[in-house]
């Protein structure tokens, strides 16, 4: 049997010079197709990945009453959560040594510009160690809202700050709809304002719709203030005794944290609450102390 | 059009590769001695290797920005040993979306060098120099906060008849004392 080439069977005639693709059309097409590409992947996130990741956040934990707080801005006026009732709040938790932080701002003032006559606000907590920088920053980008230091407790109410800069857009109820991590495009925080604010102040915007790509990360998880609260930072203690409560005490002093800090597993846990290691080894001695002495057992 | 498709999929693996990393350490960091032991009243040579993980960059200890944090490696006081100097490598410049300008920063693995120096009575022993590497980490779209690694390094002063072996000989070419 004889091998056929790949241009035996192709008439010649069908090979029409103008059937040849120019380098313009080329680049025409490729253009075209990476536009179909672009719309295509929003297409894909708005309706495929956004609903994915909103469908874990159902149920009351959807959208979770935002975590208040009272704080004095770096103007020296107090600044509290609950002053913003009824309005749409994006709060951005970042730091002036962090690159991408500072370049949302631009964005934001413009949209402070753009919408705090229609009951909307923007607030910075930021996460830097003194006023000092921030301060200089606010002045010499001219800021029109809100600046407070924040601290760790706030974000951890907030769920902690893997990484800045983590936005919270707050609904005219009170709740948080969408969390951004990372430099995020203006217009995304602009589309979602829009849509809160022509929701109702007074029930949950259930059709709310996160925009931009999400993802899991994005998931609003709030902390749990018994945690946060707690005499061994991190660890629920609510379910022990006094007696028991301090008996775990006890116990954390005669550990070692092997972090690195030289310190007790309690002192650790005091001074250093983003250490994860020292939380799940006190986190391992509750479960193993509760196996000894269950919540509620009185010793006689 | 391969190259837009590969950049498109590069950038929204950048972006989860960030988070998806955030419970693991950015950076993980030792220290090492260029000698097997040192002597009393003599120069000793240690570095610290650094890591840094796929994704993200620190700052160089001479950062680009007066805003950036930059690496640092800071030495406990200790009555055996004295740090004479210590040398950061240069950084790399590198462009990012969120700066106009390059930034100098230390992606990968880098060595940092310190030049410390015994006692003139130090009796022969095993004594522990303690530091921090610190630094502040970022990848392209955030930030994390500023952190460090805390080192520790075990010297063992010997007498001077002992002779002192080289080791990590691949460590310290990468460093420029002088």
Known sequence: MEEQTPNDNVPQETKAPEAKATPRSKLLAGALMAVALVVGLYYVNRYWIAPAVKAQNKGDESHPLAPTFSLTDITGKPLNLSDYKGKVVVLDFWATWCGPCRIEIPGFIELQKRYASQGFTMIGISLDESPEPVVAFYKELQMNYPVAIGNDRLGELYGGMPGLPTTFVIGRDGRVYAKHIGATDPHVFEEEIRELLAASPEAEAKTFHQAGVVFADDKVELGNPAEIDSEVPGIDLTKLTAEQKEGYKKLLQSKVCTCGCNFTLLKCRQVDRRCTLSRKLAQEQLDAFLKTKPPGATSK | ?178
């Open chain 2, 1 to 178: 059009m391969r190259k837009i498709l590969q950049g498109l999929v590069l950038t929204l693996m950048a972006a989860h590769l960030g988070w998806a990393q955030k419970s693991n350490p950015v950076v993980e960091a030792h220290a090492v001695m260029a000698t097997d032991a040192a002597h009393a009243n003599s120069p000793v040579k240690i570095a610290v290797v650094a890591q840094v993980a796929a994704g993200y960059h620190i700052n160089d200890h001479k950062p680009t920005l007066d805003y950036l944090i930059p690496t640092d490696l800071k030495l406990e006081h200790s009555d055996q040993f004295s740090v004479i100097k210590v040398v950061f490598p240069k950084g790399t410049p590198k462009k990012f979306t969120f700066s106009d300008v390059p930034l100098s920063v230390y992606e990968g693995s880098l060595v940092v060098g310190a030049l410390l120096q015994a006692g003139k009575s130090v009796p022969a022993g095993t004594y522990t120099v303690k530091g921090k590497f610190a630094y502040q980490a970022c990848n392209d779209h955030a930030c994390l906060a500023p952190t460090s690694v805390p080192l520790t390094l075990m010297i063992k002063v010997v007498p001077k008849n002992v002779p002192l072996k080289p080791v990590e000989s691949n460590v310290f070419q990468r460093i420029k004392f002088e």
